[in-house]
């Protein structure tokens, strides 16, 4: 195998990381600072896997063609008839209370299994300091019961037809909330050892711990372009070259979520859409001031091969974007029409659903973290709300009376969510009842 080149933020970033040992943490050891020789160790781990490897350097991956516009993309998803048709079905017997709960996520701190059942929630998350009776040290069992304790209520409501709640993690290199999950490299390590077939089993193995604690729905991959390494998130990133990222994404998604028809897979979400490693000097959560071509050829490759692997879901990104050249100014993410329903849905064909991210309707000019119809319009359909979400139901509810989000969009937004979980197969059995289960 050809040795490999390494990007300029790889280089910084294993230059200036700090590593350690499971052992050398267990004696209370310090971390050991890589060095020059350890870097070029590691950049070569994907050439040394053999007793005679060649030592030519080989070309990065090919830049496609430039694109003038948002491609049409083909999942490995085709519409099924027969669950569209299931969706027409359990859509039309919904009411518009039960249609607004399907489009929120709150927080397992801030919801109750029986709150689930009386509010008709469609999906729950668990942040990074969350865990089942808040316990960090919580047994893959006590994960099981909780996920049983959700299930159980969202089918136990008195809708016509019960929708069972999914549930999402950060489950991205490793089911990291879990204590004793197994923790794999940080996407930056991923891309400098250059090994595609690694990164499907990292996330094959990913998806499978992750359904141990009958959580459904894993916000991975990332697929940013870190384009400047002061960005506090380039270690997200696997890379600053788009056609990597595209090959890597779909890699990603392929391991983790497959075609949704085993056991183990889980729910992926290709994010953050779109443009977070493009922001002016790294700045997270910071506005991108670059041409559509740029947002188009660069930041969106990661999505294509997303899409085109059949990822499920998206999360809208918290930076803004600046398309000066243009003369347009986009704003932020979640309230952008232009992007989240023109390119996503309508252009590249993405037929999942889009998700916000923390409290990310609340960035949005003129809007609140429990109320953003400018959101919703745009093309939110699932909202990551994690604490006011009591409110936010009374006030999207209040907001589709007056006609300011239209019914139609309710129910685009509810079709969607519908489609992923019938595809996912969640009303075939409970969390427990999965054979990775504990």
């Given at each position: ?5 390494v990007g300029l933020f790889h280089m910084a ?238 890699a990603y998604v392929k391991g983790m979520q ?181």
């Amino acid at each position: 195998m050809a040795s490999r080149p390494v990007g300029l933020f790889h280089m910084a970033y294993i230059l200036s990381g700090m590593w350690c040992t499971p052992t050398s943490r267990n004696m209370g050891v310090k971390p050991i600072r890589m060095t020059l020789l350890g870097a070029s160790l590691l950049a070569c781990l994907s050439c040394t896997g053999k007793k005679d490897a060649e030592t030519q350097p080989v070309a990065a991956a090919e830049a496609p063609a430039a694109l003038k516009d948002w491609p049409a993309l083909k999942s490995r998803f085709a519409q099924d008839p027969a669950i569209e048709a299931r969706v027409a079905e359990i859509l039309a017997s919904m009411t518009l209370e039960q249609k607004i709960g399907q489009m929120v996520q709150p927080e397992i701190k801030a919801i109750t299994p029986d709150e689930v059942r009386q509010y008709y929630i469609g999906s729950v998350l668990n942040g990074g300091g969350s865990w089942p009776a808040m316990n960090k040290h919580a047994k893959v069992e006590d994960w099981v019961r909780l996920a049983d304790a959700y299930y159980d209520a969202s089918m136990g409501t008195d809708a016509k037809i019960p929708v069972p709640v999914i549930w999402g993690t950060d489950a991205v290199h490793g089911h990291s909330n879990v204590h004793g999950a197994t923790i794999f490299p940080h996407n930056i390590g991923l891309g400098a050892a250059h090994d595609v077939e690694l990164i499907e089993r990292i996330a094959e193995a990913t998806g499978q711990s992750t359904r141990a604690t009958g959580v459904t729905w894993t916000f991975a991959p990332t697929v940013a372009v870190a384009q400047n390494a002061r960005w506090g998130r380039t270690y997200e990133s696997y890379s600053s070259q788009p056609a990597l990222i595209r090959e890597y994404a779909a890699a990603y998604v392929k391991g983790m979520q497959g075609m949704l028809d085993k056991d183990g897979n889980v729910v992926a979400t290709a994010k953050h859409f779109i443009g977070d490693g493009a922001t002016d000097g790294g700045k997270d959560q910071g506005n991108a001031t670059v041409t559509q071509a740029q947002m188009i050829n660069v930041h969106g490759q990661g999505y294509y091969g997303a899409i085109e692997a059949g990822v499920q879901t998206v999360m809208a990104s918290f930076n803004s974007w600046n398309d000066v050249a243009a003369g347009k100014d986009y704003g932020k993410m979640h309230g952008t029409r232009d992007l989240l329903t023109v390119a996503l849905k309508d252009k590249m064909g993405f037929d999942g659903f889009v998700v916000s991210d923390w409290n990310g309707i609340g960035q949005v000019t003129g809007c609140t973290d429990d109320s953003c119809a400018q959101a919703i319009n745009a093309g939110i359909d699932m909202v990551m709300v994690p604490d006011k979400w009591k409110s936010f139901i009374a006030n999207t509810i209040a907001q589709v009376k007056s006609g300011e989000i239209p019914q139609a969009r309710i129910d685009d937004a509810v079709t969607r969510i519908l489609r992923v979980k019938l595809r996912a197969r969640l009303w075939e059995h409970k969390p427990s009842a999965s054979q990775f289960a504990g």
